[in-house]
Each structure stands twice: as C-alpha cells, then as structure tokens.
C-alpha cells in the first residue's frame, strides 16, 4: 500500500451529512413538510459523519497516527466524502474503499430551532462492508483497530453477525487490540429486529474493548426494561434512572460474553468502565494489551468536565477517540477515563462533530490546570470517590 504505516486503523460506518438551514416555524415541523407545498430554507452544510469519520478524524486531530477505513460509492457524494477527508491529511483517504457502481451513504439532518432533529438516513455503500473488505496488507504496522456502528451496516448483522465475527476473529488473529462501538438502530427496521445478544455473545469473544452506549446497550440486552424507561421517562431522561447496579449488571454480562473491557457511555453523567479480573484476558488484548496490575478487576466512571454545550454531535466518538488515544500510549485506566471525557467535553464546544477536538496534550494541560467537573451524577449506592489528580473519579472495585 502507499504511505506510512498508521498506529490505529479505524473502520465501519461513514456518511455523508447534509445539513440545510431550516428556520423556525409557527406550525413546527408538521405544518413545513405538507405534501405539495414549497417551505423555503436556507443553504445547505455539507460534513462527513458516523465512526470513521466522527473517531478518526478526531484521533488524528488529537495528533495520533490513524487510517482510515470506511467504503462509499463511485458517485457524487462519494467524492465529496473523500474530499473532506482529504482537507485533513491526503494520506487518510488511501484505505478508503470505493465501490463500484454502489450509492453513498448519507442523511438529510432536518433541524429546525428548538425541536429534536429528525434524522434520514441512507446507509448505501455501509451495507455492503464484509471481512474481505479488510486487507491484511492495510493492517501492516498497525497496533489497534477500532470498528464502528455495525446496526448500520447490513451485511455485519444478518445471519447473526456472520460477516462481524469474521471480520473481528481476522483482524484480531493478526494481533492487533480490537475495539468495538455501536449505533442504535431503527427499531422498525431489520436492523432493529436483529437478535442483538446472540450477535454480540458470538462477536465479543474477538473484542478487547467495547465501547458502546448506555441506551444502545440497554435496547440490545434489556428490551423490555429499555421499553419501560422509554415510556415512563423518555429518551432524554432515561440516563438519570441509571445507576451502580444496573451499570454493573449490564458490564458483568458483556464481560461474560467475552470482552476484557466495557465501558458505557453515559452522556452528560460521564463514562463508566469495567475491566475483566482475568489477567490472562486482559493479556490476551493484544499490541496494546494494558498493564494487568492496574487494569484488572477495575470499575470506575468519571464525571463530564463542565463546558458551554454548544452541539453533541459526534461527542461519544470523540470520548472513544480519547479512550483509544489513552490505551495506546499505555496509560492507566484513570488517566485513560480522565482522557476520554476530556476530549469528549472539548467536542461539544462546537457544533459540528471533530473541529473542537484539540491537541492531546492541550486536552492534558487542561485537565491539569483544574478543569471543574459536572455536578451530575448517578446513583452509586457502596461507591466511594477519589482525587485523580485533581479530577473526581468514582471506583468501585475494592481498592479503597
């Protein structure tokens, strides 16, 4: 392959998000979108999203040697893709698969002032993603490979996470650390319909980190609990009834499934992390395998650091993005946590998804320099709090 090799690869899902300026309406988005009548709005932003872009291009921004893996197709959307990608480093766009004769993927981000966005969605190329796609020669020097939104990428869910666990059990017997993340998928949809505990009890055998959210966790494990929170509180407040026991619950059982690590991001409560007591696990996580000593049997979870809140686009990629910066310069599970929200908290300052990422060490010299943490917290009944340097950390893994 051309150019250097890269420390991280970062794979799955990409898109093509276009934004029109939609101005607010007295009638709200029902009197707008009325079958024959013209709404005017205003100019259109164009910018990548999803894993590959979201993760990737904030890890490079953080300074991190990252390539990039996502496929699209031979059409418009696909060129402009590459194009943004290439306005950060021509050198990203090189393992980029390009389909021939397939669509793009995209979503039209319809968000008019004061109501929730409505999201439409085209997965296009996504869908097509396979194992094959993934050539040995593209993992070449790397020492982790993150993998992004499966729930939106057809062929990595049907036949139960055939084509995943291929993917995964490849990359993972190349030795390489493997992380994985989600997306929640349309309940309505096949994805939705998925039977999402038999894909991941067979595909995180193969994953030393997982990484995926409270609520896309929940849906997946807990249906009928998920459910219920979603009728008696909503999607916006269903994370303030999470609390010690359910987080555990739900990590005790990824980690039987087969992960070394899980953490659960938590939104505006920060990221909770559980780590297998297993030290031949945790040895087993391969390039970037942590030191057992400081990893093993460990559950923590650190509080957002408080910012103006400007957009959370792309804010839990960008806390994987810390967390995986973390892990690969060996650091310990606290400054790897510390890291994670950091840079998460500096993503939400602005209101795209990666151009409020900083450098690492002006995320470091941040933290250090008394960066005052969120008041919001989860019940955490038996939990007792430490100083990490300054920063609040929550543990709850018998160290005192």
């Given at each position: 392959?051309?150019?250097?090799?890269?420390?991280?690869?970062?794979?799955?899902?990409?898109?093509?998000?276009?934004?029109?300026?939609?101005?607010?309406?007295?009638?709200?988005?029902?009197?707008?979108?009325?079958?024959?009548?013209?709404?005017?709005?205003?100019?259109?932003?164009?910018?990548?999203?999803?894993?590959?872009?979201?993760?990737?291009?904030?890890?490079?921004?953080?300074?991190?040697?990252?390539?990039?893996?996502?496929?699209?197709?031979?059409?418009?959307?696909?060129?402009?893709?590459?194009?943004?990608?290439?306005?950060?480093?021509?050198?990203?766009?090189?393992?980029?698969?390009?389909?021939?004769?397939?669509?793009?993927?995209?979503?039209?981000?319809?968000?008019?002032?004061?109501?929730?966005?409505?999201?439409?969605?085209?997965?296009?190329?996504?869908?097509?993603?396979?194992?094959?796609?993934?050539?040995?020669?593209?993992?070449?020097?790397?020492?982790?490979?993150?993998?992004?939104?499966?729930?939106?990428?057809?062929?990595?869910?049907?036949?139960?996470?055939?084509?995943?666990?291929?993917?995964?059990?490849?990359?993972?017997?190349?030795?390489?650390?493997?992380?994985?993340?989600?997306?929640?998928?349309?309940?309505?949809?096949?994805?939705?319909?998925?039977?999402?505990?038999?894909?991941?009890?067979?595909?995180?055998?193969?994953?030393?980190?997982?990484?995926?959210?409270?609520?896309?966790?929940l849906y997946m494990l807990r249906p009928?609990?998920?459910?219920?929170?979603?009728?008696?509180?909503?999607?916006?407040?269903?994370?303030?009834?999470a609390d010690g026991p359910l987080l555990?619950?739900?990590?005790?059982?990824?980690?039987?499934?087969?992960?070394?690590?899980?953490?659960?991001?938590?939104?505006?409560?920060?990221?909770?992390?559980?780590?297998?007591?297993?030290?031949?696990?945790?040895?087993?996580?391969?390039?970037?395998?942590?030191?057992?000593?400081?990893?093993?049997?460990?559950?923590?979870?650190?509080?957002?650091?408080?910012?103006?809140?400007?957009?959370?686009?792309?804010?839990?990629?960008?806390?994987?993005?810390?967390?995986?910066?973390?892990?690969?310069?060996?650091?310990?599970?606290?400054?790897?946590?510390?890291?994670?929200?950091?840079?998460?908290?500096?993503?939400?300052?602005?209101?795209?998804?990666?151009?409020?990422?900083?450098?690492?060490?002006?995320?470091?010299?941040?933290?250090?320099?008394?960066?005052?943490?969120?008041?919001?917290?989860?019940?955490?009944?038996?939990?007792?709090?430490?100083?990490?340097?300054?920063?609040?950390?929550?543990?709850?893994?018998?160290?005192?």
């Amino acid at each position: 392959m051309n150019g250097q090799s890269a420390d991280i690869v970062v794979a799955g899902h990409i898109c093509l998000d276009v934004i029109p300026a939609v101005p607010g309406h007295s009638g709200g988005v029902g009197a707008m979108l009325v079958p024959g009548k013209l709404t005017e709005i205003g100019p259109a932003l164009l910018s990548v999203g999803g894993a590959v872009a979201n993760t990737g291009l904030a890890l490079h921004r953080l300074g991190f040697s990252v390539r990039l893996m996502g496929k699209v197709g031979d059409d418009r959307f696909g060129q402009t893709i590459l194009e943004e990608l290439s306005g950060y480093a021509g050198r990203l766009t090189e393992t980029m698969i390009v389909a021939q004769g397939e669509h793009s993927s995209y979503t039209i981000v319809i968000s008019p002032p004061g109501v929730d966005r409505i999201f439409l969605h085209a997965t296009g190329a996504n869908d097509t993603f396979c194992a094959a796609d993934v050539r040995l020669e593209t993992l070449e020097g790397a020492r982790l490979f993150h993998f992004g939104y499966p729930p939106l990428m057809r062929g990595m869910y049907e036949r139960d996470g055939e084509e995943l666990v291929r993917l995964l059990a490849g990359v993972k017997s190349k030795g390489l650390t493997v992380s994985l993340d989600l997306a929640k998928p349309d309940p309505d949809s096949a994805a939705g319909r998925a039977d999402w505990q038999a894909i991941l009890a067979r595909s995180l055998p193969n994953v030393d980190v997982f990484l995926p959210s409270f609520e896309e966790i929940l849906y997946m494990l807990r249906p009928g609990l998920y459910d219920r929170l979603m009728r008696q509180h909503g999607a916006e407040n269903m994370l303030a009834v999470a609390d010690g026991p359910l987080l555990s619950s739900l990590a005790e059982e990824l980690l039987g499934m087969g992960a070394a690590v899980v953490g659960l991001k938590l939104g505006e409560y920060g990221l909770y992390v559980r780590s297998t007591s297993d030290g031949k696990r945790l040895a087993a996580m391969g390039a970037c395998a942590p030191a057992a000593a400081d990893w093993a049997g460990r559950e923590l979870l650190v509080p957002c650091f408080k910012v103006k809140a400007v957009g959370t686009t792309g804010a839990g990629d960008c806390t994987i993005a810390g967390f995986i910066g973390g892990l690969t310069q060996g650091l310990s599970i606290e400054q790897t946590l510390l890291g994670a929200v950091g840079v998460g908290a500096c993503n939400v300052e602005q209101a795209d998804a990666v151009s409020g990422v900083p450098g690492w060490n002006d995320v470091l010299e941040r933290m250090a320099a008394g960066w005052e943490q969120s008041g919001a917290a989860l019940s955490l009944p038996g939990w007792s709090v430490t100083d990490g340097n300054g920063s609040r950390i929550y543990r709850n893994d018998g160290r005192g």
